[in-house]
């Protein structure tokens, strides 16, 4: 039928083909075009799928109704009785043929016969290796309580430990063999490692539990099952007994022919006599089976590593110094054996000569030695603390003793099982970095793997990929935006330990020179598809955390060469990618100076194979300008490179441009040129980076910040230089608040007092927040920025212009803690806090609170009298803010009493005019209005109106305004008549349209109170 779901078996039950047809029938329509996917789609195990799908066996209800579920279909009562009427027809069959003698054997001859007869004594032990324990098992307390306890308990089910080759599953293995040896239990251990050793082991306990000799020469003959045999001797055993089956990373060795490792017709058995442990790479439970428990053996904690290194070398150095070699060696328990093996010896006077060290009498015999000796060697240094010797007749077992040789074996078993991609997969993740590598980088058609058509190419690689992590070289994590914790959409990533991929970079430049070169150039040339994404936006900086390690580490170890070499083709898309990687550090919110100085060196040295009037080249040198030069120099280089760039490449190229910006901002410090020749040489950049980046390129939004912000520092007036902020904030893209977060702090804070100001209070709160953020990334250093806190009150006071003032008090009660007085910037008095504190009273009285306000205001105002006099300027706004808080509770006399004092104090330090001296006075004005003496109100209104006048001029709407209450107070004392009053209040209202339009507030005032006074002059 469908090739990707292969032939149903012709000799198949006519019932069990057609559930098999049925099947076959529903994956089509669920869209599935294999196996694989099928298996991907269900969770059920890829061999399972193929059986149920060929009717080579019924699967299980449980398989058959996770299969439907996976296809979209109800596992419902029909799709039951087939499944049962199939198997019911398996099973007649199998009678049919058991009575008439004709069912096949279901086994066949073991591989392994009697070994031929040996001059000597045999010498093959299923004895557990006990010396090879350690003098103490660091870091597995956990694991062993939990085997001890299955073991102590009589549990049936195996126990599969898996991990990483090197991470101790063998000692754990051996330590619990150990533990059942001292109570008493008969221990057989057997190596796993090929199926000869398994077989005949297999053999040696038939023998050690009593097998007549003729029943053993029928199981392994093929007359009778060999499985069966050992099987049914373990479960009969008077003892108790364990059995381990030591580095089974072919699991196909235990399952019986056309079986599975965990269906239990095989090697590996659960029974109540005894218990079955397993050491294996082959982390994939579903291999196992239902009927196993595995156990994932990981690498030691620092802590723990450290301790095996002091067990095995205590004289090397002491725990500070062992602990920083154990975390360098990742926790490997093999890397740390062999460490602390290899100082073991030197202090016995071992390498005396092959192991100096970089100066005289600096040999290996210290942590702290060998850690810089790593550094500079590579992992191979380890393998010289192992003892194994070449003349070893077991090569497999001391390669899995050695860091350079035992992750191989798990390459050289995925090549035999026609997996060589697996290899290159792994040679190509040794040219990056030891961190996460995104799997959006893999593309199956710039690997180095021999061509497939497109599906088959990737459908090789992801089983690859899939057999890496099954044999622990690889795991899979997910990596949200920012970091593992992150809820948001992930990006699935690749990770191994520090130390495979040190070996598999030692393999590879000892891999032949075409092979070497085809793997970099495939790493080459997937740095640069991933660098695609422009580092300068945001939305791309979470890619590209993940992505600028990988950048440096290859461009760091690429194969050194020169460009008449034709090396270029290798390097320039790894410099291409550094300059990307360094745009992402200098544009994106992490601490740039170091990555980037580190970065520029870098490039700097990669890129000197390149001519030198090459583009990259000359784009390096710009780059390294910017991060490693000042003074003269810095413009000397600046200037060398832009007339290079003019030359080549022309005024307006992107990075022609780049230098241009660069170069006047250097002009200029230098005192090169003017502040008018700055700003226009700025403006060409900006015009020059419209025409050819567009308007909302982040090149050409830096550009236009500068020029706003120069316009600011050279005295264009608060006014001009919020509007050229304003006209930045029209080119941003607003599809999300965050997409701008390019522009540096001081750039984005004005941006935000411009959205303000055009009263787009959702955008301003928007990047107030961005600031704030930001700034939190920095610690207890930005939020001790003054900056931080002004970002903070700015926001209170957008939330409050948006009718939040609830929501600015939350802010307000999560921040002022900070101001817990336990150190000099964080006391509740300094003006920060003060400031922040005055403001939460205010929020208060406006959010009908005014008790809790008036007991915040009083507060900070007897902080401030502690260190100011009581006629300073934020004493008086503290108390002037007091007396609003006191009409609010009714109290007027004392409010207006505080605003009598707060108005003469102004008047007699800043004059009449000053905006603070008329505020108070007309505040005090309103109170007496409203609540007490209008002759005294009269007095106010008209000193409040004489400094509006001399200020803002005869027009000016606050001047109205008062003009307008003057004229109430007036016509309410008697002294201005009702029809002169509703003349006043005409031509007031007339103006005030004309300034403010007919829909402020203020005008609506007027207007009422006109209509007040018509109505009363017609009831007359």
């Not at 003959?221 to 045999?229: E, H, K, Q, V």
């Not at 723990?304 to 920083?324: F, Y």
């Not at 006191?886 to 006399?893: D, I, S, T």
């Not at 207006?896 to 005090?924: F, M, N, P």
Request: glycine fraction near 8%; include cysteine.
């Amino acid at each position: 039928m469908a090739a990707g779901f292969g032939q149903i078996d012709g000799n198949a039950t006519s019932e069990a083909r057609e559930l098999a047809r049925r099947l076959q029938e529903v994956a089509r329509g669920a869209g599935y075009s294999g196996v694989r996917e099928l298996a991907v789609g269900s969770g059920v195990g890829r061999s399972t799928v193929s059986d149920a799908l060929t009717a080579r066996r019924v699967p299980t209800w449980e398989k058959l109704a996770a299969l439907l579920r996976g296809c979209d279909v109800t596992p419902d009562r029909d799709w039951a009785a087939a499944r049962e009427t199939a198997q019911q027809a398996v099973n007649a069959e199998k009678r049919a043929a058991r009575a008439d003698g004709s069912e096949p054997s279901t086994e066949t001859p073991l591989e392994a016969d009697e070994p031929p007869a040996l001059a000597g004594p045999g010498t093959f032990s299923i004895r557990p290796p006990y010396g090879e324990l350690p003098p103490r098992l660091r870091g597995r307390d956990a694991l062993l309580a939990q085997l001890e306890t299955r073991l102590a308990e009589g549990e049936s089910r195996p126990q599969v430990l898996c991990g990483l080759g090197g991470c101790g599953k063998t000692a754990v293995a051996l330590h619990l063999a150990r533990q059942a040896r001292d109570r008493g239990y008969r221990v057989f251990w057997l190596s796993a490692a090929t199926l000869e050793a398994l077989v005949t082991g297999m053999r040696e306990v038939a023998r050690e539990l009593g097998a007549d000799d003729g029943d053993i020469e029928a199981a392994w003959s093929g007359r009778t099952s060999a499985t069966d045999l050992v099987w049914g001797l373990l479960d009969r055993a008077e003892h108790p007994w364990l059995l381990v089956l030591d580095n089974a990373d072919e699991p196909a060795w235990l399952a019986a022919p056309g079986g599975t490792p965990g269906d239990g017709t095989g090697w590996l058995r659960s029974s109540l006599s005894g218990l079955t442990v397993v050491t294996t790479r082959v982390g994939n439970p579903d291999v196992w089976g239902r009927e196993a428990d595995t156990h994932r053996v990981g690498v030691l904690s620092p802590a723990d590593g450290r301790d095996v290194l002091l067990d095995l070398a205590g004289e090397a150095g002491g725990p500070t110094e062992a602990q920083a070699l154990a975390e360098r060696l990742d926790g490997l328990p093999l890397a740390l054996r062999l460490a602390g093996s290899h100082l073991a010896r030197a202090a016995r006077g071992a390498g005396l000569l092959r192991n100096r060290g970089r100066r005289p009498g600096g040999r290996l015999r210290s942590f702290a030695a060998y850690g810089d000796a790593l550094g500079e060697v590579g992992a191979g240094l380890l393998d010289q603390g192992g003892h194994w010797r070449p003349e070893e007749s077991d090569a497999e077992r001391a390669h899995r003793r050695l860091i350079g040789r035992t992750w191989e074996l798990s390459l050289n078993l995925l090549e035999e099982q026609q997996l060589p991609e697996a290899r290159t997969l792994m040679r190509l993740l040794s040219c990056c970095a030891a961190a996460p590598f995104p799997v959006d980088l893999l593309d199956p058609d710039v690997l180095p793997c021999p061509p497939k058509a497109d599906a088959e190419q990737a459908d090789r690689i992801d089983r690859a990929l899939e057999a890496l992590v099954d044999l622990n070289l690889i795991d899979v994590v997910d990596i949200g935006p920012n970091g593992l914790a992150d809820k948001a959409e992930p990006f699935p990533c690749l990770v191994s330990h520090r130390l495979v991929r040190e070996v598999n970079a030692l393999r590879l430049a000892d891999d032949p020179p075409e092979e070497r070169l085809a793997v970099w150039h495939a790493a080459a040339r997937l740095l640069a598809q991933g660098a695609a994404h422009a580092p300068e936006q945001p939305a791309n900086w979470p890619w590209w955390r993940l992505l600028a390690p990988h950048v440096t580490a290859a461009l760091d170890a690429a194969p050194e060469g020169s460009a008449g070499a034709g090396d270029d083709a290798l390097l320039l898309p790894l410099l291409r990618a550094g300059l990307a990687a360094y745009a992402f550090f200098n544009f994106s919110d992490l601490p740039a100076s170091d990555m980037n100085a580190a970065l520029a060196r870098l490039l700097l040295r990669r890129a000197s194979i390149l001519p030198e009037d090459h583009p990259v080249r000359l784009s390096v040198r710009h780059r390294a300008t910017l991060s490693l030069l000042d003074g003269e120099e810095e413009l000397r280089e600046y200037e060398d490179v832009l007339a290079r760039q003019l030359a080549g490449q022309g005024p307006d190229h992107p990075e022609t441009l780049i230098t241009r910006y660069n170069v006047a901002i250097t002009r200029h410090n230098h005192g090169r040129i003017t502040d008018a020749e700055e700003e226009a040489e700025l403006r060409a950049v900006l015009e020059a980076r419209r025409r050819e980046l567009g308007p909302d390129d982040p090149y050409t939004l830096l550009t236009h910040a500068t020029v706003a912000q120069r316009m600011m520092v050279r005295g264009h007036g608060e006014e001009g230089s919020l509007a050229e902020y304003r006209a930045l904030a029209e080119n941003l893209d607003s599809r999300s608040p965050g997409d701008h977060r390019f522009l540096p702090l001081h750039h984005r804070h004005q941006l935000a007092h411009a959205l303000d100001s055009a009263e787009r209070w959702a955008e301003a709160e928007a990047e107030y927040r961005s600031v704030l953020t930001d700034l939190e990334g920095y610690g207890a250093e930005g939020m001790t920025h003054t900056l931080y806190w002004s970002m903070l009150q700015c926001l209170c006071d957008n939330l409050a212009h948006q009718d939040r003032r609830r929501d600015a008090i939350v802010l307000l009660d999560a921040s002022l803690p900070w101001f817990d007085g336990s150190g000099d910037r964080r006391s509740p008095t300094l003006p920060e806090a003060l400031g922040l504190r005055h403001l939460r009273g205010d929020m208060l009285r406006h959010c009908d609170s005014p008790a809790e306000a008036e007991q915040e205001i009083r507060s900070v105002l007897a902080d401030r009298l502690l260190t100011v006099d009581a006629r300073d300027s934020q004493v008086l706004s503290e108390r002037h803010c007091l007396a609003h808080t006191l009409e609010a509770l009714e109290r007027h006399g004392e409010a207006q009493d505080e605003l009598r004092e707060v108005a003469k104090a102004y008047i007699d330090i800043l004059g009449t005019a000053d905006s603070y001296a008329r505020k108070a006075a007309y505040c005090l004005a309103r109170t007496l209005h409203a609540h007490g003496d209008r002759t005294e109100a009269l007095h106010w209104y008209e000193q409040a109106l004489a400094g509006e006048v001399t200020a803002l001029g005869a027009n000016h709407e606050e001047t109205l305004m008062t003009r307008f209450r003057l004229a109430q107070c007036r016509n309410d004392l008697g002294l201005l008549p009702l029809a002169k009053a509703g003349e006043a209040y005409a031509a007031i209202l007339a103006t005030l349209e004309e300034r403010i339009g007919q829909d402020h507030a203020w005008v609506t005032t007027v207007r009422k109170a006109l209509d007040a006074i018509e109505a009363r002059g017609l009831s007359n």
